[in-house]
Structure formats: C-alpha cells, structure tokens
C-alpha cells in the first residue's frame, strides 16, 4: 500500500503474470530493461516491468502519448534511489524520499503502483 501526499503523482496498472511472447521484450522494454529480464529467472519479470512502465506514464509526469522506449524502468528506479524488485509477482516495495512503488500479488495477475514525490516533469 502506497502512502499519499499532496505533492505525489500516482500511477498504477495490474497485469497478467501470463509468460510473454517471444518478440515482447525485444519489441517493448530497453536495452537495461532487456539486460535486468535475462539477468533473473523469474518468468513474470517482463510483465512487472512493462507494468511499472505503465504506472511510470500514468503518473502524468513522462508526457501525454504513451512512448514505451523514453520510460526505462531500470535508470528511473535507481535514480529515485529506491531498491530494484525481484519481479517475480509476489508482494513487494520499496521507498525513498523520491518516491516508492509497490507490487501486489492478485491470483495471477500483479498490481504495481508508483508515487512520485514532487511536481516536475521528468520526459516528454
């Protein structure tokens, strides 16, 4: 559960857990987000990421047309300063004074949403 404040944005997205097709990740993720999916052995790990993707742009903060390339998961959670999740769907979180995400587990499916502490855009 994500604690609010008036100067956070939220954005969230729930996802099925269901493996991806081969050309997903090629097609969808960045090359970080590409080397994290092989680095893991977790097969739910492309679609947590493409739902942090998600709840990233739904924060209102990354522009209005949904370009899934300009919103690299992996730099954006480092440069919050908030740990890397495991991805593997179950429940998890992280917090920094930057912001904070969170992964719930939901019979195979996953939710995840991010707060973003501020008010600046950071891509458009």
């Avoid at 604690?3 to 090629?26: H, K, M, W, Y």
Wanted: proline fraction near 5%; aromatic fraction near 8%.
């Amino acid at each position: 559960m994500l604690a609010g404040s008036q100067t956070q944005t939220v954005g969230c997205d729930v996802i099925s857990l269901e493996p991806p097709n081969r050309t997903f990740t090629r097609a969808w993720m960045t090359r970080s987000e590409q080397e994290r999916i092989a680095d893991t052995a977790s097969p739910a790990c492309p679609k947590i990421l493409w739902a942090m993707k998600e709840a990233f742009f739904k924060t209102g903060r990354y522009g209005a047309q949904f370009r899934p390339a300009m919103i690299d998961t992996v730099n954006e959670i480092y440069r919050l300063g908030l740990a890397f999740p495991r991805a593997d769907g179950s429940d998890e979180s992280a917090r920094s004074d930057a912001g904070e995400w969170s992964v719930q587990a939901l019979s195979g499916y996953a939710a995840v949403a991010i707060a973003l502490e501020g008010e600046t855009l950071h891509r458009s």
